[in-house]
Every structure is written in C-alpha cells, then in structure tokens.
C-alpha cells in the first residue's frame, strides 16, 4: 500500500524560503521508473503542478516557476523535499506530493496536502 | 489560465450520464495521453482515469475516458450522488521545455 504524506512549516513570511516534506512508504525511489512530485492548489483554485523528481535523478519542473524550486530526494529515508524560494502571498495554498511512474503516469497516489499561507 | 480547457461547471440528475470535455492543441492533448482525476470536498485529488482510457482498480466502470484529436472527455454513467465533486484533466505539454498541465477543473452538481 502506497501512502505519502507531506510534512513543514503551515506559516511563513514573504520573501522566506518555504521547505517541504514529503515522507512515503509502500515504494522506492530506487525502483525504475518511479518519481515523486509536488502539486499545489491555492484555496478555491485549480490545481497546479510545480515539480517532480524520478528514480533516476531526473529532475523536472514548471517553467513558469523553475527559477523558484529545487526538488531533491533521500532514497534511503524514502523523502522527497521541495524548497521554494522568494515566498508571496499568492503561493498561499495546499501542496500535495503524488507518487508517479512512467507506466501509469503522474500522480496515481497522493498525499493528504499541507495547506501552507504566505503572511506577514 | 490553463492550456488546457475545461468547463467550469457541470450538473446532471441521478442516473443520467454526464461528460465534462477537456480542450487542448497539438502540444498536448494531441499528442500526449489525457488523465483525469477526482477531488471531493476537502479530499486530495484521485486519479480516476490514466492514458486516455484506462482505470486504475476500484474504479467504477461508470466512469470512462475518451481521446480524439485536440480533445478529451470524462464520461460518467449511472450518475450519483457521490460524484458531486471537481474534475480535473491533465496531460504534458510539449512546448518549452515541457511540463504536465492541469484543466482548471469543471465541478459536477447532481440535482
């Protein structure tokens, strides 16, 4: 059974560099063809996709926000982390990481989200 | 705005069947695989339909996919309750450097 669940800070200030976790169980991201990624959605919008990082290293990212984040990965401790910098106001939304695999496609289990807001 | 296209909203009675569409161009949708994905009040996302037309197990076959050209569409028999929800399509783009894209979501209401 597949579970992921993302863990940080629900309260940062603007300009702050937001850290999240993401903590899985049930696959590996030694394992070929899988990845893990990060989609957010701020309250009452759709959603939008913002990273996502597979078994071999490969990183992709949104261009619209590429300059913003890095997504890394800790295959040994089976966590995936997401770091945005320059946090504003308007990235107040829920983040969700999702397991995917080139097989199936993205995002086939998600995590619960972790609402994050961007206040001074 | 998405570059991806879907209506924002839905409705339909209990039985009838629905279908909410997804409109797209050439570097997406016409030439990359179409997801769709259900969201329930205050719920994560779930992946309802993969590469066009297929469903993950333990979905019910009332829900269904569809592809043609530019376009894609979730259809959804036997209409329920239960399915008041957003929908959202997705797929990859192809332009810059490429990235996955969601529809801005259409949500069902079942009268």
């Known amino acids: 059974q597949i579970t992921l669940k993302e863990s940080g800070p629900t309260l940062v200030k603007p300009t702050q560099t937001l850290t999240l976790t993401c903590s899985f169980s049930?696959?590996?991201?030694?394992?070929?063809?899988?990845?893990v990624g990060w989609v957010r959605q701020p309250p009452g919008k759709a959603l939008e996709w913002l990273a996502l990082?597979?078994?071999?290293?490969?990183?992709r990212y949104s261009p619209s926000l590429k300059t913003r984040l890095t997504i890394t990965k800790d295959t040994s401790k089976n966590q995936v982390f997401l770091t945005m910098n320059n946090m504003d106001p308007v990235d107040t939304a829920t983040y969700y990481c999702?397991?995917?695999?080139?097989?199936?496609?993205?995002?086939?289990?998600w995590g619960q989200g972790t609402l994050v807001t961007v206040s001074s | 705005q998405s570059v991806v296209t879907q209506p924002p909203s839905a409705s339909g009675t209990p039985g009838q069947r629905v279908t909410i569409s997804c409109s797209g161009s050439s570097s997406n949708i016409g030439s990359n695989f179409v997801f769709w994905y259900q969201q329930l009040p205050g719920t994560a996302p779930k992946l309802l339909i993969y590469?066009?037309?297929q469903r993950p197990s333990g979905v019910p076959d009332r829900f269904s996919g569809s592809k043609s050209g530019t376009s894609a569409s979730l259809a959804i028999s036997g209409l329920r309750s239960e399915d008041e929800a957003d929908y959202y399509c997705?797929?990859?783009?192809?332009?810059?450097?490429?990235?996955?894209?969601f529809g801005g979501g259409t949500k069902l209401t079942v009268l």
């Open positions: 990082i597979y078994w071999d290293d490969d990183e």
């Open positions: 999702a397991h995917s695999t080139t097989t199936v496609g993205p995002f086939d289990q």
């Open positions: 590469r066009n037309d």
């Open positions: 049930g696959f590996s991201l030694s394992t070929r063809d899988v990845g």
């Open positions: 997705a797929t990859w783009d192809n332009s810059l450097s490429g990235s996955w894209v």
